[in-house]
């Protein structure tokens, strides 16, 4: 069956670090791969989205890559800071609309 | 407002019950989506509809749940005979039309249901 995951671990690290999160897929041919933001008691939101032709997507200090032959998808955050403290999301679609969620990995930028 | 409204924000029902949670979507979004998450997990996807087309309703966990959306803008998703396991969040997010790679949604807050 499809499965995407994601690191389960809150991830911790120092403000002015570069933040990676990993999301891997199995099982899924996806076209279209995208990545939202979480915050406590809200509904995500997005943040960047990246084709399945497209190796790496920037957008000010985000930057995503995808690897199709991995079934890969890196999300970096440089230059942390305390406000990206948030849960991250990967989200995977053929093409339908139809998107499958990974769980989120909790990240933790400390002062 | 602009963005995508979800009512109610808190839902605490009885076992057995119905319930009826409803969503409004960003003005001329075409597609609309529900979907839930429980605590800790990632999110469910339960229905999608796009414009005029067939809702595709293939991630509804059972036959006691259920989605309308009417005059192609507000939707109510409504779950018969609630059970326990029904508690969770339930987030509506809609999209823009015309675009074929893959849309950005929007998401609502969400409302939280719990059956107890």
């Known amino acids: 069956s499809q499965k995407i995951e994601q690191n389960s671990e809150a991830l911790n690290i120092q403000e002015g670090k570069t933040a990676t999160l990993t999301c891997n897929y199995t099982?899924?041919?996806?076209?279209?791969l995208q990545w939202y933001r979480q915050d406590p008691g809200r509904g995500p939101v997005f943040l960047l989205l990246?084709?399945?032709?497209?190796k790496e997507k920037r957008k000010e200090r985000l930057k995503v890559t995808f690897d199709t032959t991995l079934k890969q998808s890196l999300f970096h955050i440089t230059a942390s800071q305390p406000a990206d403290s948030a849960t991250y999301l990967c989200?995977?679609?053929?093409?339908?609309?139809?998107?499958?969620f990974g769980t989120g990995t909790r990240l933790k930028v400390l002062a | 407002g602009a963005g995508v409204s979800q009512s109610p924000s808190n839902k605490v029902t009885e076992k057995g019950k119905d319930v009826e949670l409803r969503c409004d979507p960003i003005?001329?979004?075409?597609?609309l989506y529900w979907y839930r998450q429980s605590l800790g997990q990632g999110l469910e996807f339960l229905i999608y509809?796009?414009?005029?087309?067939?809702?595709?309703k293939s991630g509804l966990p059972s036959d006691r749940f259920s989605a309308e959306r009417t005059g192609g803008s507000v939707s109510t998703l409504t779950i018969q005979r609630t059970q326990q396991e029904d508690s969770a969040v339930y987030l509506c997010?809609?999209?823009?039309?015309?675009?074929?790679?893959?849309?950005?949604?929007?998401f609502g807050q969400g409302t939280r249901l719990t059956v107890v």
């Open positions: 997010a809609s999209s823009p039309p015309g675009r074929h790679s893959g849309p950005e949604a929007f």
């Open positions: 099982n899924y041919s996806p076209a279209y």
């Open positions: 990246i084709r399945e032709n497209e």
């Open positions: 989200a995977l679609d053929r093409g339908t609309y139809k998107y499958i």
């Open positions: 003005s001329g979004h075409t597609a």
């Open positions: 509809f796009q414009g005029n087309s067939a809702p595709d």
